[in-house]
Structure formats: C-alpha cells, structure tokens
C-alpha cells in the first residue's frame, strides 16, 4: 500500500534554519530549500538577496500525513521564527525574510488561520504572517540544499542556527528521527 503524501510550503527567515529542523522530523519524505512568492521565473540566490524580486526564501517540505500532521508541521514552524516580525528575521532584514506559509488546500489555510488565532493571544504583538495559495516554487541552488548539516562550523549557522535547533529538538523530541 502506497501512502500519499502531501506538500507544505513554509517562510521564516533564513531557509538554512527551517531546512535543517525539518530534516529531522519523522514523516518527512524530502525538505526542499527555495524561492517562491515572485514576480519573476526561476530566480538566482543573487535576485532573491536583491529584496527586488518579490520571492521569500522557503522550504517545501513533502510529508507524510499519517506520521506527522500539518498542524504539527504548523507548531513547528511557528517555533522556528518569530512571526511577529514584519519582513525580517533578526538581523536578516527585508520581504525575501518574511513570514509565510503558502498552503497547498483549503484545509491547510484553514489550518494556518486556526493556529494564528489560537498563537495570538499568546504574544504581545501582531503576528504578521501572509497566508498565500501555494504558488510556482522554485528550487534554490544545490549549496543552499541541507546548508547546515553541510557547514555546521560555519559562523552564521553555528551562532544563529544550532541554538534554534537545540530549541526545537528540545521541544519536539517525540517527532524527531532517532
């Protein structure tokens, strides 16, 4: 029996970070670093850096919804980054960094609308995430692709990425692959 998968497409600053915390999550079949949301075809890494093309750096993440659910997929992402933060994340500054979710069905947006409003109460300012129809999504150059488990030592990933995933592991122990 063939188990059908499913997509999720989620923005949160930096594609580095989100990439390497779904890698580990049991029921994910493949984590796909990249650009979607543009006005333009097929953009370079150098395009998207510009803020000029309109894309946000993304993962696309294709899982199994009988091992892990999108809204667990959701509270992850949501610890992932600050979706208080309105076309940034920390020091990565512009629309390219933005929060997003581009969601593949009517049940995933309703999903992400559910867990805004449940999260917002929780925080002390407005969320700022876009909820957007999934649009063309647009592989990032292979270097981008499992970038931190690549360049673990490398300054912005161990200053900015290790202590997130420490978090995130952290938090969501049972989902992670052993």
Known sequence: MTTQTELATFGGGCFWCIDAAFRQVKGV???????????????TYQQICTGQTGHAEVVQIEFDPTVVTFDT????????????????????IGTQYRS???YHS????????????????????????????APVFYSAEQYHQDYYNANPNQGYCSIMIAPKIAKFSAMFTNYLIE
Do not use: C, W
Not at 76 to 85: G, K, S
Not at 106 to 133: G, R, Y
């Open 29 to 43: 079949v493949q984590v796909l670093s990249g650009y979607a949301g543009g006005e333009i075809a097929a953009p």
């Open 73 to 92: 997929l959701l509270a992850m992402f949501f610890v992932l980054h600050d979706a208080t933060q309105l076309n940034r994340q920390g020091n990565d």
């Open 100 to 102: 997003v979710i581009f």
């Open 106 to 133: 009517d049940q995933q947006q309703q999903s992400s609308q559910e867990k805004i409003a449940a999260l917002q109460p929780t925080l002390s300012a407005p969320i700022v995430t876009e909820l957007s129809p």
